[in-house]
């Protein structure tokens, strides 16, 4: 046992030093041995335990602490478990220094150098049994590890030679490899350097190249320039190219070759290099040797070009002007110049437009300040001396100033502008005309700077121009706004002469412009200068139909009670302020539409205000009678407008009267449908209500369930004056003579002849259709009666009917108009238009002579009977009401919905209205009362019913 664990032994005293091992221990090896020979005494000490302890310590050294792995317990160490010592006596640890001297009892020292003794003997013998458990750990351990070893030692051989192998391979490889460099690597490296060295020749001559074209062009410009400021001889003359511009010595064509060379120096002098290595042309000193003579004679060339720009602008001559223009294109410089040309001008515009309107200016150049208005003078001012004399230097001084002003603007628009405007047309006209070699026109080259065309800048600059001025001066100034809008008396008529120095300006730019101002056309560039003074028309109409503006509304009032005369005050207002702006089409549009749109706003306000009583009539009366007049004076206006030439305005214009006559038709019609629908229908509509109720009582008077059958002779009525006629013949004549005496006078005498024939002809039919529904008695002494007095009533009817139309003319050329104010349009009625007394007693009297004869008689003139003046209609209506059947035949065609007086209204309403519906024919309705006929009905009525309805017959 003490051979097996003798090298455990020698280990474990390498760990555990004894007391003698050192001469001088320290006091922490002391104190360490006894510690480790203390773990040996513990009660609870574990040989296999602390063996796995060290080998676990031994095993995380040699392997990462994530991979270090629990030596497993010994199976074999488990019988080596010492029991713990129970000895309380003695003492946990030992100490293995020597014995203190100082130690006075003896016997007591050698107890305790027994009891170590013990307890070195215990440790040792437990560290033997430990080291004997560590050397069968190890074994098991180089036991069950040795395959995995032997494993491992095998693989490291066999790659060892597969490493061997792999040398020998990279070292074929790099052998390869500077093969490979020998032949390709280096010949590619020899390759760059040559292509560099190729590439900078080939800059060289490139470099070389141009420089040479730089010299030649330079030489080309040095010749060019000579002969630019050389005299020509009458031979190079006619060599040259025809008709050339000449400033000076200098010719255009000339010129615009010398630009052209300059063009192209200037491109090749400014062209980027090839590479970045390769220098600039300007850095050539020979280049810098020709840089002064090109800038010179670019320099020159430039300045002959603005010259003879300003030379051809001035002269209007367009051939300067294209050499001027072909000699920019050649530099390259054309849509610079255009705009800066374009910015001059229109710089000119607005200083000329603001030096015009500069009101300090003309202070100063007058010695007097600008004039004021008059104020209303007072009590005091007209009592303080001199002010008569005041009042008139005012006077003088406005006119002065006035006649100035109107001076400034005439020469500010006609002429200064008028010259500028030359200009700019001219600019654009070349710029069209003029194109490259290439093909690239210049106006399009200049567009794409400008943006707008050069015209159209001049015409927007000097319309906001005169914008922006008058805005600036009339608000400083109250009398110049009133000069140039209204006018004064002392001095101008105002806006229409500001308009006449416009036409002026028109006129003369027409000769070299392709703008128009006429009534038939105005150009945009017209429409945008006119409008720009839209401030002052607006003034200007303000003053114009500033009466009309005020009368128009109080004719609304009640307490007005305008009529004709105020009416035709109005219509002369709007003749003047026509006439007066007839002279200029923009204008005479605006006048027209300020009239007819206070005359439509006049239009909007009458059904507000229209009486709805019938103590109201005489306002609404005179309301029809002003209105009647102001739309036939409307119409009268849009005729002479039509008629009446233009003889006072300007040659370009021409007469503007076709928008302004149909914008006065429009606004005439407007009154008229107005007043038609507010007043005259719903008057008519009353009045023919009135007459239908008053003639439906004739049922409730005449009819045979009226007439007493107790006592006949009581029901008889004579026909002599004592008797009098019905109630409601009564009451319509009374109706229709309060319309012919009182009503109808209100109105003008055209809308009173259409509404008394209206009225006559709804009256007539109405009665007719009454008295042929009638339901009579059937013979006897009754229905003679009742027929006398239905003849008494209808000639009472047929003597008011005639003194209603009677009264009125008949309707003629002058009072045809009276037409539409009465009815929209001309509808087909039962009695034919017009109605007129002879018609009127005709069909009444045709009646009559029906109403007495009888059957027998009725057929020996069966021939005669429906040619006369009655419609078939009321014939056949009458024979069936003979009959007894007129109830259930109209009841059977949908006529009748109700029962007594109000049922035979409605009966004769919806007969009038279906006779209107159907174009005014009324076989629709015979042939509806020919299929619901009664069967039982007498034979003499139905052969007089099928007479009557024959189509021959019609």
């Not at 390869?176 to 280096?186: P, Q, W, Y």
């Not at 006398?788 to 108009?817: H, I, K, Y």
Request: glycine residues 6%; hydrophobic residues 40%.
């Amino acid at each position: 046992m003490q051979a097996v664990a003798s090298t455990p032994t020698a280990a474990a005293s390498g760990r555990l030093p004894s007391p003698s091992s050192s001469a001088e221990p320290s006091h922490t090896a002391l104190a360490s041995s006894s510690t480790d020979l203390s773990q040996f005494l513990q009660p609870s000490f574990d040989a296999s335990v602390y063996v796995s302890s060290l080998l676990s310590a031994v095993d995380s050294s040699l392997q990462p602490r994530n991979a270090a792995a629990s030596i497993p317990k010994s199976p074999s160490g488990s019988h080596l478990h010492l029991p713990p010592t129970t000895s309380s006596g003695r003492k946990q640890g030992i100490s293995l220094s020597p014995i203190s001297p100082t130690n006075p009892d003896t016997s007591s020292r050698k107890q305790e150098q027994a009891q170590e003794d013990i307890d070195l003997s215990l440790a040792i013998s437990r560290l033997n049994l430990a080291i004997e458990e560590l050397d069968r750990s190890i074994s098991t351990q180089v036991t069950s590890h040795a395959p995995a070893l032997l494993s491992r030692t095998s693989a490291l051989s066999t790659m060892q030679s597969g490493l061997g192998a792999t040398r020998k391979g990279i070292s074929a490889l790099d052998a390869e490899v500077a093969n490979l460099r020998r032949k390709i690597h280096d010949p590619f490296i020899r390759a760059q350097e040559l292509q560099g060295r190729m590439k900078i020749y080939d800059s060289a001559g490139d470099l070389l190249s141009r420089t040479g074209k730089v010299v030649g062009l330079a030489r080309r410009l040095e010749v060019q320039m000579e002969v630019l400021f050389s005299k020509k001889e009458a031979a190079g003359e006619k060599e040259g190219d025809g008709e050339d511009a000449v400033v000076g010595q200098v010719h255009g064509g000339d010129l615009s070759r010398a630009a052209l060379l300059i063009s192209e120096l200037t491109s090749l002098l400014n062209s980027s290099p090839a590479s970045p290595d390769e220098p600039a042309l300007t850095q050539l000193k020979m280049v810098q040797y020709l840089l002064p003579a090109i800038e010179s004679s670019k320099e020159t060339v430039v300045n002959y070009m603005e010259d003879m720009i300003v030379r051809g602008l001035r002269d209007l001559s367009p051939l300067m002007l294209g050499s001027s223009l072909q000699t920019a294109f050649n530099l390259g410089t054309l849509p610079t110049l255009v705009q800066d040309l374009l910015n001059d001008l229109t710089e000119v515009v607005k200083e000329r437009t603001a030096a015009a309107f500069n009101l300090d200016t003309l202070s100063r150049q007058l010695n007097s300040p600008v004039p004021t208005l008059d104020t209303p003078t007072n009590y005091s001012a007209y009592r303080r001396k001199g002010t008569a004399d005041a009042g008139v230097a005012a006077d003088q001084q406005r006119m002065i100033w006035g006649d100035v002003i109107w001076k400034r603007l005439e020469s500010l628009l006609v002429v200064e502008m008028g010259a500028v405007c030359s200009k700019v047309y001219l600019l654009e006209k070349v710029l069209k005309l003029k194109t490259s070699d290439s093909g690239a026109n210049f106006l399009e080259a200049a567009l794409q700077v400008l943006g707008d065309k050069p015209s159209t800048t001049f015409w927007l600059t000097l319309s906001q121009s005169l914008q922006q001025q008058i805005a600036l001066t009339t608000e400083k100034s109250a009398w110049l706004a009133q000069l140039l809008s209204s006018g004064t008396s002392a001095a101008g008529e105002g806006y229409t002469r500001l308009l006449r120095i416009v036409q002026e300006f028109f006129g003369k730019i027409g000769v070299y412009t392709d703008i128009q101002y006429s009534a038939a056309h105005q150009s945009a560039e017209t429409v945008i200068l006119v409008k720009s003074l839209g401030g002052l028309e607006k003034t200007y109409l303000d003053r114009s139909t500033g009466r009309i503006a005020e009368v128009l509304p109080q004719a609304t009032a009640r307490r007005a009670g305008m009529g004709e005369e105020e009416a035709e005050g109005i219509v002369r207002l709007i003749a003047n302020v026509l006439d007066a702006t007839r002279f200029d089409p923009l204008l005479s549009r605006a006048a027209v539409e300020r009239c007819t749109g206070l005359a439509d706003q006049f239009a909007g306000r009458v059904d507000s205000t229209v009486a709805k009583d019938a103590a109201g009539r005489s306002y609404n009366a005179s309301l029809v009678r002003f209105s009647y007049t102001l739309a036939e004076g409307l119409r009268s206006l849009a005729a002479e407008q039509d008629l009446t030439q233009v003889s006072t305005a300007a040659p370009s214009v021409g007469s503007g009267s076709s928008y302004v006559s149909t914008r006065l038709l429009t606004s005439s019609n407007l009154l008229t449908s107005t007043i038609r629908f507010s007043i005259i229908a719903p008057f008519r509509t009353q009045t023919e209500t009135a007459i239908s109720t008053a003639l439906a009582k004739m049922h409730a008077q005449l009819s045979v369930h009226s007439t007493p059958k107790s006592n006949p002779e009581k029901g008889r009525i004579s026909i002599d004056s004592s008797s009098g006629t019905s109630s409601y013949a009564t009451e319509t004549c009374d109706l229709l003579w309060s319309l012919r005496d009182r009503t109808l006078p209100l109105y003008p005498p055209s809308i009173a002849i259409h509404l008394a024939q209206s009225l006559a002809r709804t009256t007539l039919e109405s009665f007719l259709l009454h008295t042929a529904i009638l339901a009579l008695p059937q013979g006897g002494g009754e229905a003679d009666r009742a027929k006398l007095r239905l003849a008494t009533d209808m000639t009472e009817v047929e003597f008011a009917l005639t003194q209603l139309v009677g009264d009125t003319p008949s309707p003629s050329a002058s009072t045809a108009n009276g037409k539409s104010w009465v009815e929209e349009k001309e509808g087909k009625t039962l009695i034919g238009a017009p109605v007129d007394a002879k018609k009127v007693s005709g069909a009444l009297k045709a009646f009559r002579q029906i109403l007495f004869q009888s059957l027998e008689e009725m057929e020996k003139d069966g021939e005669k009977v429906g040619r006369g003046e009655l419609p078939r209609l009321i014939l056949v209506l009458h024979l069936v009401a003979r009959a007894g059947a007129v109830d259930s035949v109209l009841a059977k065609i949908g006529a009748v919905k109700g029962k007594g007086a109000g049922a035979k209204t409605e009966v004769v309403s919806w007969i009038l209205q279906e006779v209107s519906s159907n174009g005014g024919k009324e076989e629709l309705l015979l042939e509806h009362i020919q299929q619901n006929l009664p069967n039982d009905l007498d034979a003499s009525i139905s052969q007089l019913i099928q007479h009557l309805l024959k189509p021959s017959s019609s």
